[in-house]
């Protein structure tokens, strides 16, 4: 088929269907979609709290932390029952009504068939933990792997004695980093590979003992972009004491004005043959994704461990997984999964389903562990279920679920729910506020609500703060073994937090001050640095000699909601670029908004200047 511009049914706005696009749904057999891009990912980022925890009692009355909030009326087993043989899912089985959509009798359903508290798998001492597997001494780490004597850890694989990361692999004894992989001791940095002993830079790769750096590649014993020779290096560091926090807060922010002086890269692209999107390595043929390692073949997809392969608007997971579609936190082995939500490991052939494990063709199911042929977890033949599958969709398309959400001129709008579409929204049990959706596309109370999700203030603690965070010691030094009985008011949202012992010993080890904010609000420095799954159109900032140098406005399409002019820095070029004098005419797909501060290079300019 030809180009198509469809009208989303969410944003009204125009997005394309290419003809690669519509043999990939050809071959799943699925409709091509009534939402575009970016509102399709927004939906399924709202079924995913990845960095939340809650107190709440299971069905024996346990108390326990887990990712669902006491508010949510579904009955939660503990882990260790609900994978036992002591219950039974099929015996939640229903027929299905043609009186009814089916979205409707699916939300019901869903609530009805019990949960498991965690998606957590082989830990050791890591009860404040989820979405991980195999941590071990582990404390409020998320959607990680093999994570060991660390905390404060999210979507980190192999860390090892490490706090406060973003983004890591293989790595330890590394702190306060976003993009942290095989490396050791990376402290106060962004995108540092294959380095050691790196301190406030940014864009390294191959470097050892380098402080305040940005764009280089095998390098050692440098001092913000200058090189020294190692007593000259072990000098300069020997004047700072790391240990105080007023010093750390000090070299943070003289880093972070000094990388603004170089170029970015316009994406971060590693390895990578005829592919679009932010933060892709080793793949092939890939289109608009994001955070994807060793994908082929895929489109519109976020957050992938390899291998991965053949799929479009697929979050979180991957690990030999193929031809998925409109899922998030499905996969390891997993083929053919289709509009489902937490179905793992080896589901083939399913639609519609949640906490389905080991199970294929199976539609609509819930909580199915090495089932087949199942819908509203109810047996069939194959026969039977082929027929009954195929007359629920039917039903789906002629009966469709109707949501209504306003617009942003607070008018009424309906929108049709079909086979093909994705859960609605309002069915997920997490609030807008604590998911995904909320890390990269942020939205007021006010204006989740009009778009009909849920929104949940977070509680109150009921904890007496014993200390302000502003009246903490400055130096590690100084700080006491009572500091791990106190509780710390946070020096930015003045929430309650703690210090653990482990983290304690890390700082001391390290020698690194005691941190002024909760975990939270550190989470939220870090991400920062962090570019949103979005693309816009954008023109290299080279401009033969030097960069470009003009006033630049940040619009709020970053995520911030203020307007502010500014003007970016102007960098002098080291090489000769391939355009000579000229300014680059090259143009590209970016994940740098327009307006944002940072000089922004093409492929070819960028290499030029850290070959």
Not at 222 to 237: D, T, V
Not at 298 to 306: G, H, I, T, V, W
Not at 553 to 572: A, E, F, H, I, L
Request: aromatic fraction near 14%; charged fraction near 25%.
């Amino acid at each position: 088929m030809e180009r198509v511009l469809r009208a989303c049914q969410n944003c009204a706005k125009k997005f394309p269907v290419e003809p690669d696009d519509f043999s990939f749904y050809e071959k799943l057999q699925v409709p091509p979609p009534t939402f575009c891009p970016e509102c399709r990912m927004i939906r399924r980022f709202a079924w995913r709290n990845e960095r939340h925890l809650f107190r709440r009692k299971d069905s024996e009355g346990k108390t326990q932390f887990c990712g669902l909030h006491e508010e949510i009326p579904a009955t939660v087993y503990d882990l260790d029952f609900w994978n036992s043989d002591g219950w039974d899912p099929m015996a939640y089985g229903r027929d299905y009504d043609f009186s009814r959509p089916f979205f409707e009798q699916f939300k019901e359903f869903l609530y009805a068939v019990p949960w498991p508290a965690k998606s957590i798998v082989r830990m050791v001492n890591s009860e404040y933990c989820d979405q991980n597997s195999d941590a071990k001494n582990a404390y409020l780490c998320f959607n990680g792997s093999g994570v060991e004597n660390s905390a404060y850890i999210v979507s980190g694989i192999e860390v090892k004695e490490s706090f406060d990361l973003y983004e890591a692999r293989h790595t330890e004894l590394s702190y306060e980093s976003y993009m942290a992989d095989e490396s050791h001791r990376v402290l106060f940095s962004v995108n540092c590979e294959e380095c050691s002993d790196v301190r406030f830079s940014k864009n390294l790769m191959g470097c050892m003992n380098c402080f305040g750096c940005v764009n280089l590649r095998n390098k050692s014993y440098y001092i913000f972009n200058e090189p020294y020779s190692k007593e000259a290096y072990a000098e300069y560091l020997a004047q700072f004491d790391f240990g105080s926090y007023r010093t750390i807060a000090e070299l943070k922010k003289k880093a972070h004005a000094f990388w603004l002086g170089f170029p970015m890269r316009y994406t971060l692209a590693i390895k990578c043959t005829n592919s679009t999107g932010e933060h892709i390595e080793r793949s092939k043929n890939l289109k608009e994704c994001y955070s994807v390692h060793e994908g082929e073949n895929l489109a519109y997809s976020q957050f992938m461990d390899p291998p991965v392969s053949n799929s479009y608007d697929y979050t979180n997971w991957g690990l030999s997984s193929s031809q998925m579609y409109e899922s998030i936190t499905c996969g390891e082995e997993c083929d053919s999964v289709k509009f489902s939500w937490a179905s793992w490991p080896a589901c083939r052939n399913i639609e519609y389903c949640a906490f389905c494990r080991s199970s294929e063709d199976c539609f609509a199911c819930v909580g199915l562990k090495k089932k087949k042929y199942c819908i509203f977890n109810k047996q069939y033949t194959k026969e039977e279920y082929k027929e009954l599958r195929a007359k629920i969709i039917a039903h789906m398309n002629e009966r469709p679920y109707v949501r209504e959400v306003r617009n942003e001129k607070g008018e009424m709008r309906k929108m049709e729910y079909r086979y093909g579409e994705f859960f609605p929204p309002e069915f997920s049990p997490y609030a807008y506020n604590e998911t995904l959706a909320q890390d990269f596309f942020p939205l007021t109370k006010a204006e989740a609500e009009a778009k009909n999700f849920l929104w949940r203030e977070p509680e109150a603690r009921k904890y007496e703060t014993t200390v302000d965070a502003r009246n903490l010691s400055d130096n590690i030094k100084n700080a006491p073994n009572e500091i791990l009985k106190e509780i710390i008011k946070c020096e930015k949202c003045s929430k309650p937090y703690r210090i653990i012992e482990m983290e304690l010993q890390f700082y001391r080890h390290v020698h690194l001050p005691l941190p002024h904010l909760c975990p939270n609000c550190r989470f939220m420095e870090r991400f920062k640095f962090v570019n949103p799954p979005k693309f816009w159109h954008g023109k290299c900032e080279c401009g033969g000699k030097t960069s470009n140098s003009q006033p630049t406005t940040n619009n709020g399409d970053s995520g911030s909601k203020s307007s502010v002019v500014s003007r970016k820095s102007q960098y002098v070029n080291t090489a000769v670029h391939s355009h000579g004098a000229e300014p680059c005419p090259n143009e590209f797909e970016t994940s740098y908004a327009p307006g944002r501060t940072e000089i922004i290079y093409c492929e070819q300019c960028y290499q030029a200047e850290v070959a």
